[in-house]
């Protein structure tokens, strides 16, 4: 089923998650952190058709179901929840709900269709596309067009290189051409380096810009980042954003990592030498004795089926220790 939200519901979510937006020139510009008692200094804000970006919504609308918990004894069925966890979350995780997805506008993929896909020459609209799919996928292509483009530096240079000395190459001795193919590849060498460290220098002044424009270039990395969905733990008014959240203490996550966690670990790599050193011991006997090349085979073929076993094992082993303990992602 469709799940949306009201106007004033996504504003008191966007509040909720510390979203920033473009405040007038005549309280200050720039971009802050959005606060329902003061609306009217934003721009748009009164607006609902282009204050929020289609990105904005869904990411609010998530948080809003990811902030539905249960109270103290609910259940449904078979289901258990623990006071404050996530309701959608556990029912996601026991298959009641399949998935969580938002859906697509077809208005605004045919604009990003044809002014990206269809476009291959012109500049990305990245702004577009950070409106429409999220920052963090519109800074990644983004990367991906500086990075191609600051490319082209050494291959030109590069080809460069290489045509000079295949124009070269019938008039030249061999020990001529050898030195030439060591001089060149020292030079493209030096070349790349010193592109390497400009190009860095180059995505970090790029990436600031972006950053900026986008309104996260000085926002803390946890408050971009969702906390794991099943992270379990008390509420409580954070001290930092003064805003609910989950709080774990981590001497009792450090006591499970050091007390269950860690013996684990050590006994399930104990049981793995010990299952390839038994492999290794029977290889050698079958070796000794020089039996056929079916019989040679069998010690290898059962180290793999060992190894696919452990390894499906270990899968699950992993997977209940991570929902054991309460950690954020």
């Known amino acids: 089923f469709y799940i949306s939200a009201p106007y004033e519901s996504l504003l008191e979510g966007a509040e909720d998650i510390g979203l920033r937006k473009k405040v007038d020139e005549e309280c200050g510009g720039g971009l802050r952190e959005y606060q329902d008692e003061q609306r009217d200094i934003y721009i748009d804000v009164d607006n609902p058709d282009t204050f929020l970006t289609s990105q904005e919504r869904q990411s609010i609308v998530l948080e809003i179901l990811h902030n539905v918990r249960a109270v103290k004894g609910e259940k449904l069925g078979n289901i ?41 020459l012109r500049a990305q609209p990245l ?9 963090k996928i519109a800074m990644y ?31 030249l001795s061999i020990i001529d051409k050898q030195r030439y193919k060591d001089i060149g590849s020292v030079v493209f060498t030096i070349f790349n380096i010193f592109w390497v460290t ?11 810009e972006l950053a900026y424009q986008w309104g996260t270039l000085d926002k803390p990395v946890d408050l971009i980042e969702e ?14 954003i003064g805003r609910l959240e989950m709080y774990y ?10 007390f269950v966690t860690s013996p684990i670990i050590a006994f399930c790599l104990l049981v793995v030498f010990a299952a390839m050193f038994f492999c290794f011991e029977i290889q050698e006997f079958v070796n000794e004795r020089n039996y056929s ?6 010690p290898k ?17 992993a997977v209940l220790l991570n929902d054991m303990v309460s950690l954020h992602k």
């Open 80 to 120: 258990e929840f623990i006071e404050g966890q996530p309701i959608i979350s556990k029912l996601n995780t026991h298959g009641i709900i399949s998935q969580v997805i938002p859906l697509h506008n077809n208005d605004h993929l045919a604009i990003l269709r044809n002014s990206w896909v269809k476009a291959p």
């Open 227 to 240: 906390p794991r969905p099943l992270f379990t733990g008390d509420l409580r008014i954070s001290p930092i």
């Open 141 to 171: 292509f983004g990367w991906l067009g500086h990075y191609t483009i600051a490319t082209t530096f050494p291959a030109l240079f590069g080809l460069i290189v290489w045509l000079y000395g295949w124009y070269n190459d019938e008039s």
């Open 301 to 317: 073929v059962l180290l793999a089926v060992l190894v696919s076993i452990f390894g499906d094992l270990y899968k699950r082993i």
């Open 127 to 135: 702004d577009s596309i950070a409106e429409y799919f999220g920052i």
């Open 198 to 208: 400009l190009y860095l220098e180059s995505w970090k002044r790029r990436g600031a």
């Open 249 to 258: 203490p981590s001497w009792k996550r450090n006591a499970f990592i050091i």
């Open 293 to 298: 090349t079916f019989v040679q085979y069998l």
